[in-house]
């Protein structure tokens, strides 16, 4: 088997832990990998409207950082932000993009996630913000990411859901269970009361630990 079909394979195999680990139902999320190879810059993004459980490495969507998409299938409507991740960041080599309840139950009411535990250090600073609503697949969605994901791994998408990039799909994934168990967290918190918010200072400390012991969603 070449590179490209296992990247394929391993994209599709993301998808379906995806639903399989709980952060996604159904088809809505979508899962993307860096592809470079000669003459050919640019990502595999899952199609839309095909059941992950039926995916074959052909259905997977080439796509060039123009946004020009090979092959016969369609790819997913959120295909902007992930061309844009790749474009703007160097670090992106996988994204994963989901609907996971808790941290769009945050989104749904335009609350990103505070240094409410260390934990949320793993998104790359001392809070997971949340972009500001647009319509699903437009360019005004994707450009509210980008800023969300500015010096971050994840964000929430208000009123939608949550993207988490990094620099494998195996860690797009980790990070992406990361994200939603912190929302669930801080859901639960908020039920009894306003949590105590770590000083940044204290987050600093915890990003360069992290920097040197690799949590999930890291560089290698
Ligand atoms: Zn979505």
């Known amino acids: 088997m070449d590179d490209e079909t296992a990247l394929r394979q391993d994209v599709i195999a993301t998808a379906l832990a ?4 709980g952060i996604n139902r159904g088809k809505s999320g979508n899962v993307s990998a860096r592809l470079t190879r000669v003459g050919f810059d640019g990502f595999l993004v899952t199609p839309t409207g095909l059941p992950y459980a039926k995916l074959a490495p052909g259905d997977i969507v ?10 016969s299938r369609l790819p997913s409507s959120e295909w902007r932000f992930h061309r844009d991740i790749y474009r703007q960041r160097s670090d992106a080599h996988a994204i994963v993009h989901t609907h996971s309840p808790f941290a769009t139950s945050l989104a749904c009411l335009s609350r990103g996630i505070p240094a409410f535990h260390y934990m949320v250090a793993v998104a790359g600073g001392a809070d997971i913000r ?16 980008l800023i969300a994901l500015r ?4 964000c929430l998408l ?3 859901g949550a993207i988490v990039l990094a620099a494998s799909l195996e860690h ?6 990361e994200v939603e168990t912190l929302a669930e967290m801080y859901w639960r918190v908020l039920q009894v009361g306003e949590p ?5 200072a204290e987050m600093r400390v915890v990003i360069e630990k992290f ?7 890291s560089r290698d």
């Open 18 to 21: 995806m639903n399989a680990a």
């Open 62 to 71: 080439a796509m060039t950082l123009d946004g020009q998409a090979q092959g």
């Open 130 to 145: 949340c972009a500001p609503y647009a319509t699903f697949g437009t360019q005004a969605l994707s450009d509210h990411a």
């Open 151 to 154: 010096d971050r791994r994840a």
């Open 158 to 160: 208000a009123n939608h």
């Open 172 to 177: 797009a994934l980790a990070l992406a269970v």
């Open 196 to 200: 105590v918010v770590l000083p940044e």
């Open 211 to 217: 920097a040197t012991y690799g949590q999930p969603g």
